[in-house]
């Protein structure tokens, strides 16, 4: 019976925390944005000539919209979409990240996690400090210009990441 009584005892110590719970609230990628978003980084980057793949991604990694330009490799859709699940994941710039890399041995493993891509190219979308999905580009002659492109892109929709 002692168990018993411990049991809910221990259990009613938790209701004050669980009462004091507030629903989570998360800023998102919009389909909307994300399309716009894509665009504009296949444009940018056909402006200097380049055929590449751009991923948008939403908080989660999760694919919100990809568009593959006329003449673009096959290769370009997985790595676009690997650079933007890596920079949405990471909170940070996939070029980063394929720096840190290449300093720390350790940080190699990386490459280890499913969907990873240490390639620059994966950029990630903010509204202020908060990262709300991330944009991926692949088939431009250098990830630095594949983040050149993402960032063009990210330029573009900026008055609506609010």
């Known amino acids: 019976m002692s168990k018993v009584v411990f049991a809910a005892v221990a259990a009613l110590a ?18 909307a944005i994300a399309q716009e978003l894509a665009q504009a980084t296949v444009e940018a980057c056909a402006a200097k000539n380049f055929n590449v793949t751009a991923t948008v991604v939403d908080r989660a990694g999760v694919v919100r ?14 790595a676009s979409r690997d650079k933007a699940f890596t920079a949405a ?22 490459t280890m996690i499913e969907g990873f891509l240490l390639l620059g190219g994966g950029v990630p979308v903010k509204v202020g400090d908060e990262v709300i999905g991330a944009v991926g580009v692949g088939g431009a002659p250098g990830g630095h210009l594949d983040e050149e492109c993402a960032n063009a892109g990210i330029e573009k929709v900026k008055a609506k990441l609010r």
């Open 14 to 31: 938790l209701v004050p925390a669980v009462a004091g719970a507030q629903v989570l609230q998360e800023r998102n990628m919009p389909l």
């Open 65 to 78: 919209a990809m568009l593959r330009a006329d003449r673009a490799g096959p290769h370009t859709v997985a």
């Open 89 to 110: 994941s990471a909170r940070g710039l996939t070029s980063a990240m394929a720096e840190g890399a290449e300093k720390n041995p350790g940080a190699r493993n990386l």
